[in-house]
């Protein structure tokens, strides 16, 4: 008994783990609704579609590139609102290289179910684009051109009769004469000038000439003197 109990026990958990993610996946929503598979991208992309659950906690989108072997996503926005029938999204191709790519959503539950769905065979394809022609500017209309209007006709020159008066001649003119220059120089500063210079060079001549007889008479006094006397004496000594 307690061995059956074990069992049925073992049959119910397991049932309860197989049938949890099927009522999770029938209770909750993931899908992309555009762009669809086999669609060409260009530029800015709006990622539409439904991500929904009671148990919701957030949801990712993510792209890689379509290739064989190990795949490698990279994340393009991860919200925490639930979206019904609106946008996921935006993703800018023209950060990617071109190529084919797939996206995925993941609509991940507080118990951490995930629920997910992809769309593959997306060509990025924006370096090819030709450039639209640019649009023809209209044309701008010339204004007419404005014809001048006849004006009055100008007044002939009238012209004067020769006469024989002759022409008045232009003189020359004179020049200034010449002042006369004083010769005898008759200003009284100057003869002032002259005659205090005179005296002044009177006066040094004159105490030189006075300094060197003061000279001559001490020399005198001093050395011609005293032999003087010795020679006078030594002439009346001989007398």
Known sequence: MHRLFIILLIVISAAALVTHPAKAQESGKAEITNPSSGTTLIGVITIQGTATSPDFQRYKLEFALQEEGDEIWFPLAEITQQVTAGTLAQWNTLNVQDGVYQIRL????????????????????????TPL???????????????????????????????????????????????????????????????????????????????????????????????????????????
């Not at 951490?112 to 394809?125: A, D, F, K, Y």
């Open 106 to 129: 993941r609509v991940i539950l507080r118990d951490g179910t995930v629920l997910q769905t992809s769309v593959q065979n997306l060509t990025v394809n924006n370096r090819s684009q």
């Open 133 to 239: 022609p640019t649009p023809l500017q209209p044309a701008t209309a010339i204004p007419p051109t404005l014809i001048p209007t006849e004006g009055p006709t100008p007044t002939s020159l009238i012209q004067q009769p020769p006469t024989t008066v002759p022409r008045p001649t232009i003189q020359p003119v004179q020049p200034l004469a010449t002042l006369p220059v004083n010769a005898n120089n008759d200003n009284p500063f100057v003869d002032a000038f002259n005659a205090i210079r005179n005296a002044f060079c009177t006066g040094i001549v004159i105490a030189l000439i006075g300094a060197l007889l003061a000279t001559v008479y001490r020399i005198g006094h001093r050395y011609i003197r005293p032999r003087w006397r010795e020679w006078l004496a030594a002439l009346r000594g001989e007398q």
